[in-house]
C-alpha cells in the first residue's frame, strides 16, 4: 500500500472494505479503478457494478505483473513447498 501511496502518478490509494467492495469506491469517485493482474474481480462485473452506484464514467483498467515470473505468491507457495 505504501508503494502505490508514494508513486507520483497516484492521487490518493485505500484499501477497500471487506464487506463492502464500492463503499470507498462511492464516496472518493475515482476517475479510474485498477485491478491487480491476480485480482479475483473482472472488468465486466466491476464496470456493471460500478454503473449501478451511479460511476458510469469510472474507467475499469486490469494492471499487468511487472514481471510475470517473479513476485506472484503461486510462485512462493510452491517455493515453500519444495523446502
Known amino acids: 500500500m505504501e508503494m502505490v ?3 507520483r502518478l497516484v492521487d490518493e490509494a485505500v484499501l477497500g ?3 463492502d467492495f464500492y463503499e470507498h469506491i462511492k464516496a ?5 479503478v485498477c485491478l491487480g ?6 472488468e465486466e462485473s466491476v464496470r456493471g457494478d460500478l454503473n449501478r452506484v451511479g460511476l458510469s ?7 499487468k505483473p511487472h514481471e510475470a515470473s517473479r513476485a506472484k505468491s503461486t510462485i512462493a ?3 515453500s513447498v519444495d523446502f
Not at 472518493?28 to 479510474?32: H, L, R
Open 5 to 7: 501511496r508514494n508513486c
Open 17 to 19: 472494505s471487506e464487506k
Open 28 to 32: 472518493f469517485k475515482p476517475d479510474v
Open 37 to 42: 493482474y491476480d485480482q479475483w474481480a473482472d
Open 57 to 63: 464514467k469510472t474507467q475499469v483498467i486490469r494492471l
Open 77 to 79: 507457495k510452491k517455493r
